[in-house]
């Protein structure tokens, strides 16, 4: 495992490719929002967002704590060394025994420390892709709630200059109702700016709510508002269905993370079957011998001894081996099995934002170049109608509302398209160029 892996990493969002680390922390200034530079565009906020999100940080600290774990795993335990002392010394041919000092080694069975190593190596493997995973999910809320906030700005827009265009009619109606018109017909308009200025209020409150979303994600805790984000409608895009599910086997975190989890299963499972094997134990005994008392003509009198031992032990208990051996087993069917729902979830999640997109294509196309066109010239007809007293109030009004709905699903069907363009990439972790480079259009 390569402990510098995780510097390599880039995420890849919106066709953007952005580094994991960005330089710096950003300062917020009175208005809440950086002093250095105000998030605008998807970009701006991404970096932000995967620079000083705590989570994150968090999640990088988990796979640190993993690397560090593997050296420990492969050593072998610590050696013992043993001194005793005779109080009596026990007399011996060549002289009485003073001190013997021992030195042991434990050793586990051929195999067990590669297995340990590998184990621990696949785990950390396994935190890595969390930690990717954890990446692109903080990326995807961010750009779900950018485009949801960049909806509510147009939404906003609209609604006001609904608002507005209705205002400027009311000096023509109050016009009309002193001339001896019915002044039904200005109470009429004058409900119908009350309920647009109502929908224009639940708009800024919708504001506040998104933008302390986005702050959290952030990272920004003493934020005020953010500014609008800058956006635009996208193009048509229809992604190859064949490739994206051959990109999310390869190239999804999570499910990598699972790969490595059940390699890793499979690794304790082989540490499990090598624990039925017994430890051996290496060591070395030093006696320290006096003087001889007895045999003091002896040629080899006061000299030192020492020698060699080894030992086992029994692992008797076979139960308690085969218990482990099928805990492991246990736990790897089940991470495979997790495998296979986590990779079902992944292709049905893929298939349900393909229809969305395609459908908010479809509506994109059918607004864009459709029905607003019409709507706009039903609302220019009407006004001249009314104007010249060949309609009344109620065709006017009826028209401007339905020119408002057809602008605001058709930005609607936008902020689902770009949503769902998000969606699909971060499920399949790969760049689609064609997401920034296809040609845009506005209303």
């Known amino acids: 495992m390569n402990p510098n892996l995780h510097k390599q990493f880039v995420v890849l969002v919106a066709g953007m490719m952005l580094p994991l680390c960005v330089p710096g922390g950003m300062l917020l200034s009175a208005d809440g929002v950086s002093g250095r530079e105000q998030p605008s565009d998807l970009e701006s906020y991404l970096s932000i967002a995967l620079s000083g999100n705590p989570q994150l940080d968090a999640f990088e600290q988990r796979y640190q704590a993993a690397i560090h774990r593997i050296p420990q795993a492969s050593a072998l335990p610590d050696p013992q060394i043993q001194v005793t002392h005779f109080v009596e010394s026990v007399q011996t041919r060549t002289g009485p025994q003073e001190n013997v000092i021992m030195l042991s080694q434990r050793v586990p069975w051929f195999g067990t420390l590669s297995s340990r190593r590998d184990s621990a190596s696949l785990q950390a493997e396994a935190l890595w892709f969390a930690y990717q995973n954890q990446q692109l999910a903080l990326s995807r809320m961010v750009a779900l709630a950018f485009y949801e906030y960049g909806y509510t700005r147009e939404a906003t827009r609209l609604t006001r ?66 500014p609008w984000p800058q956006w635009e409608a996208p193009g048509d895009f229809a992604p190859d269905t064949v490739l994206l599910m051959e990109a999310v086997m390869e190239n999804n975190p999570e499910l990598q993370m699972l790969q490595r989890k059940i390699a890793s299963g499979e690794a304790r499972e082989e540490i499990a079957r090598l624990e039925s094997y017994p430890n051996i134990t290496l060591g070395l005994n030093y006696i320290q011998i006096g003087d001889p008392v007895v045999n003091t003509t002896m040629a080899d009198g006061g000299q030192d001894a020492w020698g060699v031992t080894v030992g086992i032990n029994i692992p008797l208990w ?19 099995s997790e495998f296979e729902d986590r990779l079902n979830s992944l292709k049905a999640e893929i298939t349900s934002s393909l229809a969305t997109l395609g459908d908010a294509n479809r509506r994109l196309k059918l607004y864009g170049d459709e029905l607003l066109g019409l709507a706009r010239q039903a609302v220019e007809n009407s006004r001249t109608s009314y104007e010249g007293g060949r309609t009344g109030i109620l065709e006017v009004i009826d028209s401007e509302r339905s020119l408002l709905d057809l602008q605001l699903i058709y930005w609607r069907a936008a902020a689902d398209a770009w949503q769902q363009r998000i969606i699909i990439q971060t499920i399949a972790n790969q760049p689609i160029p064609e997401i920034i480079n296809t040609s845009h259009h506005n209303e």
């Open 161 to 226: 200059e609904n608002r507005d265009l209705l205002r400027t009619l009311e000096p023509v109606v109050e016009e009309k109702v002193q001339a001896g018109a019915e002044l039904n017909a200005l109470l009429r308009l004058k409900v119908e700016i009350g309920k647009v200025d109502d929908r224009l209020r639940t708009l800024e409150q919708k504001r506040l709510s998104l933008s302390a979303k986005l702050c959290e994600l952030l990272g920004l805790s003493d934020a005020r508002v953010l």
């Open 318 to 336: 076979r139960g308690k081996y085969k218990a482990a051996r099928n805990e492991a087993e246990a736990n790897r069917r089940s991470l495979e």
